[in-house]
């Protein structure tokens, strides 16, 4: 038997539902962490935990954001950069992101 046809993959995908879930912070939290610490999408680690088909290969955590021409000028005003150079902006957010959880993680383990 062949391969399903990738037309066969997208019609299966129309007829998929989401389905959303208003449950406890505390439910959410715990199960957004365990994801995270198993790389995988929130809504992965859901379909794991249900005992559905999952992807195996880990999702690349990132976090976004987004920003308006207003947000940038605020940031480069801010920061004293260029509000030209978004790049910089961008690498300067990442930066004051990584001392802040740092910061946050060493807080933590004095706790």
């Known amino acids: ?4 046809s990738r037309w066969d993959k997208e019609k299966a995908a129309v007829a998929s539902i989401q389905v959303a879930f208003d449950l406890g912070v505390e439910t959410q939290m715990a199960i957004k962490r365990q994801a995270l610490e198993e790389h995988m999408s929130p809504s992965d680690f ?5 005992g559905l088909e999952y992807r195996i290969r880990p999702v690349r955590p ?6 308006s021409d207003h947000d940038f000028e605020v940031l480069a005003r801010l920061w004293g950069i260029d509000e030209h150079d ?9 930066l ?9 993680e060493s807080e933590s383990d004095n706790d």
């Open 86 to 94: 978004r790049l910089r902006i961008k690498e300067e957010a990442a």
């Open 46 to 50: 859901i379909r794991k935990a249900l």
């Open 96 to 104: 004051r992101l990584i001392r802040f959880a740092n910061k946050e």
């Open 1 to 4: 038997m062949s391969k399903k």
């Open 62 to 67: 990132r976090l976004t954001l987004s920003l």
